[in-house]
């Protein structure tokens, strides 16, 4: 019922910058957890970061903390993705994901089949 539009990848160089942009419509996503995921070639999705449905509080994996930062603002039905310091193992096509259930994302990867609705995802290639 949700559904989900990433936006904002594309060809970027190294160190350089992007903000991914996810708009919701359907229902509120005040009532869903987002996170971001991405998935390179010949590589398994992994969990990238994730928001809980306030915004009170974030999680990111261990090979994008501190360079990306994730954030929302549901009166405007959007969740972004800010990546900073971009590199080129940060290639992969991203999506953007929607769960009802709360308290997921400690556990990201483990919990990815809770996530019901998807993006179509956006390329981000990171080169030279």
């Known amino acids: 019922q949700l559904h989900l539009v990433e936006s904002g990848g594309g060809l970027v160089q190294p160190g350089g910058s992007l903000r991914l942009s996810c708009a919701a419509s359907?229902?509120?996503?005040?009532?869903?957890?987002i996170g971001w995921f991405r998935q390179a070639p010949g590589k398994e999705r992994e969990g990238v970061s994730c928001?809980?449905?306030?915004?009170?509080?974030?999680n990111y994996a261990e090979s994008v903390k501190g360079r990306f930062t994730i954030s929302r603002d549901n009166a405007k039905e959007t969740v972004w993705l800010q990546m900073n310091s971009l590199k080129p193992e940060d290639t992969a096509v991203y999506y953007c994901?929607?769960?009802?259930?709360?308290?997921?994302?400690?556990?990201?990867?483990?919990?990815?089949?809770?996530?019901?609705?998807w993006g179509q995802g956006t390329q981000v290639t990171v080169s030279s």
């Open positions: 994901a929607a769960t009802p259930h709360s308290r997921v994302c400690a556990s990201l990867d483990e919990r990815r089949g809770l996530f019901g609705s």
């Open positions: 359907g229902f509120s996503i005040e009532f869903y957890t």
């Open positions: 928001i809980d449905k306030s915004g009170d509080s974030t």
